[in-house]
């Protein structure tokens, strides 16, 4: 007869341990010191972060600060945003891509990522995905990923299109590129290699560098 032990764990301890684990106090001695408590900053630290946090939500709501700054600057008052921007724009330890939302990860997951490339491509994600990118043709992606091939990296603006057939109240309707662009990037083909937007970022193929601001 095999006995079930019933562990049983303190509130203080678990609090500890959480608050250890996402960088909001110091390290518990097992734990591995996050660098979010040093007193360095710039890209490295901001990469160290995203390793330990997973990832941080990309979101254009700002009430104090856009929440991919607030969640890192809650952690290492010495953060800055071009912090971010440089590990993403410049030294490539970051990308952008979906978690639940648009999000910034560290470049180590990408290779863990394709797999999510892959289930999208094959519609193997929400049924809502499926009608939300519906109006996405293969020739609006043709046209798309040849004026990137050919122009460079782009914002949507850049490409002339039409707006999206689109009721839904509470948001505006995209144009078709934009929603080509998203598709594309959702299927990794494009990514996000700049953003001076947050409705609209500059896309271009994976490992691109863009050198006009």
């Known amino acids: 007869m095999t006995s079930k032990a019933t562990v049983v764990l303190a509130n203080p301890g678990v609090r500890n341990a959480l608050f250890s684990v996402n960088g909001l106090s110091t390290p518990l001695p097992d734990d591995d010191p996050l660098p979010a408590v040093t007193a360095t900053s710039g890209s490295s630290w901001a990469h160290k972060a995203l390793l330990r946090l997973a990832y941080v939500q990309v979101d254009s709501i700002a009430a104090v600060e856009r929440a991919q700054h607030h ?101 505006a309707r995209p144009s078709l590129a934009k929603m080509t662009m998203e598709y594309l990037w959702r299927a990794g083909t494009l990514a996000v290699t700049r953003r001076r937007s947050m409705i609209s970022p500059t896309v271009s193929f994976p490992g691109t560098t863009a050198t006009a601001p």
């Not at 970051?94 to 180590?108: G, I, K, M, Q, Y």
């Not at 990137?148 to 850049?158: H, I, M, N, Q, S």
């Open 71 to 171: 969640i890192l600057f809650s952690r290492n008052d010495r953060y800055r945003p071009a912090d971010l921007r440089k590990a993403l724009e410049v030294d490539r330890t970051a990308f952008e891509n979906w978690t639940h939302s648009a999000a910034v990860l560290p470049v180590d997951c990408y290779p863990y990522w394709k797999h999510y490339f892959r289930r999208f491509r094959n519609g193997e994600t929400h049924p809502g995905y499926g009608r939300y990118f519906s109006q996405v043709t293969a020739s609006m992606r043709s046209r798309v990923l040849k004026a990137v091939r050919e122009r460079g990296p782009l914002a949507p603006r850049d490409v002339v299109s039409r707006k999206a057939e689109w009721t839904d109240p509470y948001f």
